[in-house]
């Protein structure tokens, strides 16, 4: 059975580089601006927006970010567990027991 919400790694990097240029062309920057401020070298920032490098480092990733300001939005993908890990692990025992 197929999972017609199962999103692709190469989708998800896609809209990642597509939605970094649309911040980056908001925020009025040149590849090569957003090169200089971040770090990040002109070519890694190009190829990732044309799909060449899909395979961006994390810590590119997050200079970028901090040049658009969007940084703290990081946290949103994975917001602190509303109880810690091992608590949980104690409540599934006696879920699943």
Do not use: C
Not at 5 to 30: F, G, H, P, V
Not at 38 to 66: C, D
Request: hydrophobic share 40%; net charge positive.
């Amino acid at each position: 059975m197929i999972d017609r919400n199962y999103i692709t790694n190469m989708t998800i990097l896609e809209t990642l580089a597509s939605r970094m240029k649309d911040y980056r062309l908001a925020s009025r920057l040149s590849q090569r601006e957003l090169a200089e401020k971040s770090g990040v070298s002109y070519t890694t920032i190009s190829h990732f927006e044309q799909g060449k490098n899909p395979n961006m480092t994390m810590n590119n990733f997050i200079s970028l970010l901090r040049v658009i300001g969007m940084e703290r939005r990081l946290l949103e993908l994975l917001p602190e567990l509303p109880v810690p890990p091992m608590a949980l692990r104690e409540i599934n025992k006696f879920i699943w027991a």
